[in-house]
């Protein structure tokens, strides 16, 4: 039987990079896969790729830095299936610019959608999975949240934002059997990251000088990530909870 059979998994930011990668597993474990995506377009591509491989989900247009889009989405997953086993928060936005370099507007959408939406996606998933007997969260950190990494001040501040929240909900919902882990990814290859490097005044020395602060040499493919999120979601992780899992090529080991 597949690890997921029948289960319900929702994916924030599932439309591309590690969040897609992570969709399309549960989904070919066995997992009805709902994805939210800020974007029509991002969300109408995931539901393509299902198609083409035979698998069973769909998507919904949802901006998680709004309560009420958040609400809406759901309440519209638990109609349809009646229950969310597994929650991954991975929505996420990015920012490149120091402290006194980072406007006003740019430090609350990345924490509004980083941060608070983790909060406002896990507030309404929650009671769910209490009432359920239980489920599994697993949200995205960063490596940037537990080093510093340069000129990035709003970004590192939400993510390890997000991994102390992970540890709080792990103890605040263990009673209720739910276990809430934190994956900590190295530099992924994502639209995020090629978006980053684009800016740089030579992309290619840049994603070189990067690649090799890993120990591995290399950046991670989303699909590595997604098996690190697959596993802790699983009951091959059942006596998991509260952990910090960088996933990271070595990076943090330095």
């Not at 198609?51 to 889009?69: K, N």
């Not at 605040?172 to 994502?190: E, F, K, L, Q, S």
Request: charged fraction near 20%.
């Amino acid at each position: 039987m597949k690890r997921f059979q029948d289960r319900v998994i929702l994916v924030s930011g599932g439309g591309s990079g590690i969040g897609q990668a992570a969709a399309l597993a549960f989904a070919r474990e066995g997992g009805r896969v709902v994805v939210f995506e800020r974007g029509r377009e991002a969300a109408r591509r995931f539901e393509t790729l299902l198609g083409e491989q035979g698998l069973e989900g769909h998507s919904l247009t949802v901006d998680v830095s709004r309560a009420r889009d958040v609400q809406r989405g759901v309440a519209a997953v638990t109609i349809r299936y009646g229950a969310i086993h597994v929650l991954v928060n991975n929505a996420g936005v990015e920012h490149t610019a120091t402290l006194h370099e980072t406007a006003e507007e740019d430090w609350d959408r990345v924490l509004g959608v980083n941060l608070k939406g983790v909060f406002l996606l896990s507030r309404q998933v929650l009671p769910v999975m209490v009432r359920a007997g239980g489920g599994a969260v697993v949200n995205l950190g960063s490596i940037s949240g537990l080093l510093g990494w340069p000129a990035y001040a709003a970004y590192a501040a939400s993510k390890g934002g997000v991994i102390q929240l992970s540890r709080q909900m792990a103890v605040d919902y263990a009673r209720h059997n739910i276990r809430v882990n934190c994956v900590c990814p190295g530099t992924t290859w994502t639209p995020l990251v090629e978006r980053l490097f684009a800016q740089e005044g030579d992309p290619e020395a840049a994603k070189a000088a990067i690649a090799a602060r890993h120990p591995l040499g290399r950046f991670a493919r989303p699909e590595e990530i997604a098996e690190a999120i697959l596993f802790l979601a699983s009951e091959e992780a059942s006596f998991i909870t509260g952990a910090v899992l960088p996933v990271d090529g070595g990076y943090t080991a330095k």
